[in-house]
C-alpha cells in the first residue's frame, strides 16, 4: 500500500523539527532557536496506531522579500502539494500573528485537509486560550507540547481520520541509494535538480545554503532511486555554528545509508586538501564511490583538458583509483546524461559476487607467475579464497600464517582479482585467515 503523506507547516521558530523529531523517534531535523534553519523540505517515516505514513518537514514560511525567505516557502508550497494531509503548527506562547494568518490564507487555497496544533502549551493553565484558535477555521485545535510530547495522540488521531484510502500499488524493493557530499557551494544541489529536472533543492551562492540531508526518490529507466543531497563539509576548524556540526554528522549518516556517494569537486577551483578527507569518509565507509568533476563548463576547452585533470585526480585521490570519473556541468546539463549509468554500474558491483571456483582460478594463476615472497625464511602459502560478503565485496584468503601476508601482496592479490572481474565503482577488502 502506498503510504499517506503528511506536511508539517508554519511559520519559522514554531516548533515543527521538535515536533517531526518527536514524531519520527530520531534527532532528523535539526532544532535550533533561530529563525529559519530548517531550509529545505525533510522526509522520514512515522507510526501512529500501526498505521505508517510519511512526514514532512518544511522550512517555515515567513512573509518578506529576501530571496531565502521567497525559496523557503516555495518549498513549503511543493510540500503541502505532496501531502495528503497537513499539520499546522503555532506558537501558543506569541498567539495568533499576522504571519499565522497569511500562512492560513496559503493553505485555504491547498484543498487539502489541515489539522491545528497549537504548541508549546507546556503549561495546563494555558490551556484556557485555546479556544482563540477556532478563528483561523481549521476546526478543533489541539493543545500540544512538541519538546515534552504532551497532546501528540489526539493530534495523530485527528490526522489519521483524514488519510484517504489508497490503492495498493507495486513496490520496487531494489531501490539504488545514492548521496552527493563534498565542500560548500561546489554544485551538489544543483546536480540534484538537474538530474530531476526541476527546483527540489534549494540552490544559492551562498555556501551553507543546504544544511540538512535531503532524500529526494527518482525513477529512470526502470530503475528506482533515492538521491541524498547534503550539507556541504567545511574544514573542522571552520565549522562555527551548532547547525553546522549538526549537518556534518548528518552528511556521515548519509554516507553510510548509501549504496554509491558521488564526491563532487569543483573544475572551476580545482581539487583542495579537503575534497581528499571528505572522500575519504565514503572510502573508509566502504560505499561505492563516483567522483564528479562539476562545472566543467568553465574549464577552458582543449583536447587534452581532460586528460590533464584526470592524471591529477588520479594523482591525488591515489586512494580511489578504482572510482569512475565523470565530467559535467549541472548549470548546463553538458554531459549529464553519462552520470546515471556509471550509479548504477557502480552499484551493479558494489553487491556483485564471484563463485568460489573462479575465484580460485584466477587467485592460483596469479601465485604461479608471481609467488608470494618469503618472510625470515618462512613462505606465504595461500590454501584458497572465497567471497564472504558484499557492500563492499570481501574475500577471505585463507593461509598458513597471516602475519605472512605482507600489504604489497594483498594489493597484488587485489589487482588480479579485478583484472578478472569488474569492480568498477566499488572498493574490494581482502582478509588473511589461518585455515584451521
Known sequence: ?????????????????????????????????????????????????????NIIDTGGIEIGDEPLLIQMRHQAEIAIEEADVILFIVNAKEGITAADEE??????????????????MDNPEMREEIYEYYSLGFGEPFPISGSHGIGLGDMLDAVIAHFPTLDAEPVNKEVIYFSLIGRPNVGKSSLVNAILNEERVIVSSISGTTRDAIDTHLHKDGQDYVITDT??????????????K?????????????????????AETGILEQ????????????????????????????????????????????FLDYAPIVYLSAK???????????IRLASENHVKRIPTSMLNDVIMDAIAVYPAPTVKG?????????QVSVQPPSFAVFVNDPELMHFSYKRFLEN?????FDFTGTPIKIFARKRD
Open 246 to 266: 549538526y549537518s556534518v554528522l548528518r552528511a556521515l549518516k548519509a554516507i553510510e545509508r548509501s549504496d554509491v556517494v558521488l564526491v563532487l569537486i569543483d
Open 378 to 386: 618462512n613462505r606465504l602459502k595461500i590454501l584458497y579464497v572465497t
Open 332 to 342: 548546463t546539463k553538458k554531459r549529464l546524461h553519462t552520470l546515471i549509468p556509471i
Open 1 to 53: 500500500m502506498r503510504k499517506s503523506t503528511v506536511a508539517i507547516v508554519g511559520r519559522p521558530n514554531v516548533g515543527k523539527s521538535t515536533i517531526f523529531n518527536r514524531l519520527v523517534g530520531e534527532r532528523i531535523s535539526i532544532v535550533n532557536d533561530v529563525p529559519g534553519v530548517t531550509r529545505d523540505r525533510i522526509y522520514a517515516e512515522a507510526e501512529w496506531l500501526t498505521t505508517t505514513f
Open 103 to 120: 500562512v492560513a490564507r496559503i493553505l485555504y487555497k491547498s484543498n487539502k485537509p489541515v489539522v491545528l496544533g497549537v504548541n508549546k
Open 275 to 318: 575534497d581528499k578527507r571528505i572522500a575519504g569518509y565514503a572510502h573508509e565507509a566502504g560505499r561505492a564511490i563516483v567522483i564528479v568533476v562539476n562545472k566543467w563548463d568553465t574549464v577552458k576547452s582543449s583536447d587534452t583538458a581532460m586528460k590533464e585533470f584526470e592524471a591529477e585526480v588520479r594523482d591525488e585521490f591515489q
Open 231 to 244: 550539507a556541504g563539509m567545511r574544514k573542522r576548524g571552520k565549522v562555527y555554528e551548532s547547525t553546522e
Open 416 to 420: 588480479r582479482i579485478r583484472e578478472a
